[in-house]
């Protein structure tokens, strides 16, 4: 798990840290060593200056997930890809909770102890948990984890019972990699699968400061590295041909990259493919990178971009910089990885790298263009009191933040951004009763809309808080400006960019040219969809419209819209994050017209 090195800290960071850790972590049996005075070039003055900035403009909070919920040493959560509505919680003590997210009240389950067979405390104990990507086939999961007598790391692959609630079997372990472990800290011990299909180690350099045994730079050692094995095999496992060292007398067979210190969380971008560690640092620098296969990422030649020692000299021919790193002068200390946002609730999140500092409890949001490799910016999202021991992702690309000083999970929620107005028109025309509708934000529970006689919407003429998209008005003919805004607990976005329109009590909906003949409901787009799905439909006049969702048991699960909307086409949003796949039913009521449509969620 991250670690920190006192050797270079103000005697006042000194105790708030070792307050900290006094419970969570052990002493390694190593000394530090010192670090000369940190210097550093203009342009890494210039990248702090411009990434890490204090205020951000996105408004985030932290909200309990799982209310109830609470894991003692909380280092890691997963789900599997069966299409249940369970998370697991791994424990640093070596146990397994499962919580079932549908549940009336959240409730923690243990779902595998294997305490009897690990060593826990400081950065050892049970530290990953990876499910197969076919799990719902073959029932197996693998778990990383630290065992003593001696001293080591194993890899372990496990399977449930089927005949017993898919509970997890203490009794089916297969060790598939097991290597010793020369002192107690620096063990990464992350695990993932990537897009193709093999599971991803992380490893840590065997421990101790400044890596005393040189294994970050020694491909015949499994330390200091990720690991990359095929176990799609009925038993043990193979090594993927396009390993660097594979069949070669130059390195582990099992090695995929090399460089790294100690790694504290690894993650593959759901929608690119592109594999993200977060290196936690010695003294100095906290460092992110974007992993090749057969890259070497410099430590301990390098910590981050930076000749290690720091102040020295060194050849940095042949190693890979980070894309992104930060030093400690703000008081971050430790680097959690986290994850590339891709879930529907905060859509001003979308595609940024959310990762955060264990002794700080800061979470940033990084904007990383891959294609033009360069970092676009580095926003704070908050500044929190939480022990940051990893971010947590569930299967509809919603991102969690983990606290181990608590045991507690947090959504992490973001104000919605701005919506954009859809009618009236931008400078056109309505009658005297007429809607206003804008785009469906996810995130967002409320909408606020301002009609103003002026620009500057000093002159407020109508304005209303609503739960839909939607709201009619009765307007006196003239000049109106029209703005919205949407809401949620985190704060409000911005207004919309402002339109303008005139009101005529002489012009009605009949008088339009391009209004519908009929009432429609359009097929969902896409059908099957995951997580979401956009539902057109069609007025010939202004009408209420109710539009709700109904399972197969006839049970209505949400209502998407129940508002008046003017003639026209629209659109309303149904997400369905929260729902399990099968098959839903649309059920739209238009004026005295009734409409339905199927639509089929596959998560």
């Known amino acids: 798990m991250p670690e920190v090195d006192l050797s270079e800290t103000d005697s006042f960071k000194s105790l708030l840290i070792l307050h900290i850790l006094f419970q969570i972590k052990e002493k390694p049996n190593t000394s530090t060593m010192t670090i000369k005075e940190i ?99 073959n029932n197996t999961f693998y778990v990383n984890y630290t065992a003593p007598n001696p001293l080591r790391t194993v890899i372990s692959r496990f399977t449930v019972d089927i005949d017993g609630g898919l509970q997890a079997d203490p009794d089916s372990e297969e060790v598939l990699l097991e290597f010793n472990q020369p002192l107690n800290n620096h063990n990464g011990g992350d695990l ?37 094995i095929d176990v799609n095999t009925e038993q043990g496992y193979n090594i993927p041909p396009d390993n660097p060292f594979f069949g070669s007398q130059e390195g582990e067979d099992e090695i995929f990259a090399w460089g790294l210190r100690n790694p504290w969380r690894i993650s593959f971008d759901r929608e690119t493919g592109d594999f993200w560690v977060a290196d936690v640092g010695q003294n100095a620098w906290e460092s992110l990178y974007i992993v090749e296969n057969g890259k070497n990422y410099g430590w301990n030649i390098v910590e981050g971009s930076h000749c290690y020692p720091i102040g ?138 301002q009609v103003a006689s002026d620009n500057d919407f000093n002159s407020i003429e109508f304005q209303d808080e609503v739960t839909q998209p939607a709201v009619n008005t009765t307007l006196d003919d003239g000049t109106y400006y029209v703005r919205v805004r949407a809401q949620n607990s985190a704060g409000v976005s911005d207004y919309s960019a402002t339109i303008s329109y005139t009101v005529d009590a002489t012009v009605s909906v009949s008088e339009t040219d391009e209004r519908p003949e009929n009432f429609a409901l359009h097929p969902a787009t896409p059908n099957p969809f995951n997580p979401a799905t956009q539902i057109g439909f069609e007025l010939p006049q202004q009408s209420q419209v109710v539009i709700e969702v109904y399972n197969m048991l006839g049970q209505r699960v949400t209502t998407l819209t129940d508002a008046t909307y003017s003639a026209g086409e629209h659109n309303v949003i149904f997400n369905a994050s929260n729902l399990s796949s099968g098959i839903y039913l649309i059920h739209a009521r238009m004026g005295q017209e009734e409409f339905t449509r199927k639509v089929t969620l596959m998560k």
């Open 312 to 449: 020295s000299t060194c050849d940095t021919n042949g190693l890979e910089m980070p894309l992104f790193e930060y030093n400690h002068d703000e008081g971050d200390r430790s680097v959690t990885g986290g994850f590339v946002y891709r879930g529907s609730n905060n859509p001003a999140l979308t595609g940024k790298y959310i990762y955060g500092d264990f002794i700080s409890g800061r979470v940033w949001a990084l904007n990383y263009d891959s294609e033009q490799e360069e970092v676009l910016s580095n926003m704070e999202l908050i500044n929190s009191p939480r022990n940051i021991s990893s971010f947590g992702e569930d299967a509809n690309g919603e991102i969690y933040l983990l606290d181990l000083s608590t045991g507690r999970v947090y959504d992490i929620i973001a104000s919605p951004i701005a919506p954009d107005i859809l009618s009236p028109e931008d400078g056109g025309t309505e009658g005297g009763d007429h809607s206003i509708t804008w785009s469906e934000i996810q995130g967002a529970e409320t909408y606020q809309v």
């Open 39 to 137: 210097t550093t070039t203009f342009a890494t003055i210039l990248l702090v200056t411009l990434f890490a900035a204090k205020v951000s403009a996105q408004q985030v909070i932290l909200e309990d997930a799982f209310p109830g919920v609470e894991v003692n040493s909380l280092l890691g959560m997963e789900v599997s890809d069966d299409n249940s509505s369970y998370v697991y919680l791994v424990s640093r003590s070596a146990e397994i909770y499962r919580v079932d997210t549908e549940a009336d009240s959240y409730e923690q389950e243990l779902w595998l102890d294997i305490s009897d067979r690990t060593v826990s405390g400081g950065e050892r104990g049970l530290l990953g948990l990876a499910f197969h990507p076919d799990f719902p086939e």
């Open 192 to 228: 993932a699968f990537g897009p193709d299909g093999h599971l991803y180690i992380a490893t840590g350099d065997g421990g101790g400061g400044g890596d005393p045994e040189n294994n970050g730079q020694d491909t015949s050692t499994l330390h200091g590295n990720i690991l990359r």
